[in-house]
């Protein structure tokens, strides 16, 4: 998938029906209130050599930043979220889906509020679990992040 498909799929997202149950989706999952898109899946550190992950990785932050860079231009500036002070308020609080599986897998998201959908949209690079997948992911809720 190139930039404009994973603009594309997250302005269908931005409009597409939330399911009544959580579970796997045709781009990922989705569950009540939210879609969580997996754009781009890559090496594990299974897979092999620990620098085809790291490289997986910063090719995804690349594409992150792309992705940034054309909805910045529509929906306006967003600020980098840092993910990880989310992490540790799920130790304190009870945290929403999607924003407490995206905090588990993620360090940063590029955050907007959708304007005219009632909706938010978030990119982000799941590289949290070293036995998982890089991904490139995308997410589109209609739960304000905490």
């Known amino acids: ?36 898109a997996v754009l781009r899946d890559g090496h594990t550190l299974h897979d092999g ?24 231009a529509r929906w306006g500036e967003a600020d980098l979220w840092n993910l990880q002070t989310v992490l540790l308020r799920t130790e304190a609080e009870e945290i929403p889906e999607p924003w407490a599986r995206l905090a588990a897998c993620a360090r940063t998201a590029w955050l907007w509020q959708v304007p005219g959908t009632g909706r938010w949209a978030a990119v982000a690079v799941a590289d949290q679990d070293p036995a998982g997948a890089v991904q490139l992911l995308a997410v589109v809720t209609e739960t304000a992040p905490p």
């Not at 498909?5 to 939210?34: T, W």
């Open 49 to 72: 050599d620990p620098g085809d992950w790291a490289v997986t990785a910063d090719q995804y932050e690349k594409e992150r930043d792309a992705v940034h860079e054309v909805l910045a």
């Open 1 to 36: 998938m190139d930039i404009a498909q994973h603009i594309a799929l997250i302005d269908e997202l931005c409009f597409r029906p939330f399911p009544a149950e959580h579970g796997p989706s045709d781009v990922g999952f989705s569950g009540p209130g939210h879609h969580v």
